[in-house]
Nanobody, 123 residues
Framework: QVQLVESGGDLVQPGGSLRLACATSGFFLDDYTIGWFRQSPGKEREGVSCINAIENSAYYADSVKGRFTISRDNAKNTVFLQMNSLKPEDTAVYYC????????????????WGQGTQVTVSS
């Protein structure tokens, strides 16, 4: 059974940092692109970052470029999203997802999703 479980969401002050983790099971992580998406109330789901299998090449949305870093540890079946210099507009539920499409950035290309973890950036 395919599972993705996010953790690490929290309340943090502007300028702070968080590290999200996406623990995966039930599939061979090496074969999948893993993406992070976020959604806040009243807004559409937004792609944040993704990391490809094999090459570990990464994509970042312009809104997070230079502040967020995605990484994967295939031995631990886990993908991480390090978030620095957080802003109030980063507040959202963050989801990780898995796709067999190399370089997938659209949510429509992702087959498996986690349940999400809440990130709140507020003073």
């Amino acid at each position: 059974q395919v599972q993705l479980v996010e953790s690490g969401g929290d309340l943090v002050q502007p300028g702070g940092s968080l590290r999200l983790a996406c623990a995966t099971s039930g599939f061979f992580l090496d074969d999948y692109t893993i993406g992070w998406f976020r959604q806040s109330p009243g807004k559409e789901r937004e792609g944040v970052s993704c990391i490809n299998a094999i090459e570990n090449s990464a994509y970042y949305a312009d809104s997070v470029k230079g502040r967020f870093t995605i990484s994967r540890d295939n031995a631990k079946n886990t993908v991480f999203l390090q978030m620095n210099s957080l802003k109030p507009e980063d507040t959202a539920v963050y989801y990780c997802a898995a796709s067999m499409l190399f370089g997938a950035t659209s949510s429509t290309n992702y087959n498996y999703w986690g349940q999400g973890t809440q990130v709140t950036v507020s003073s």
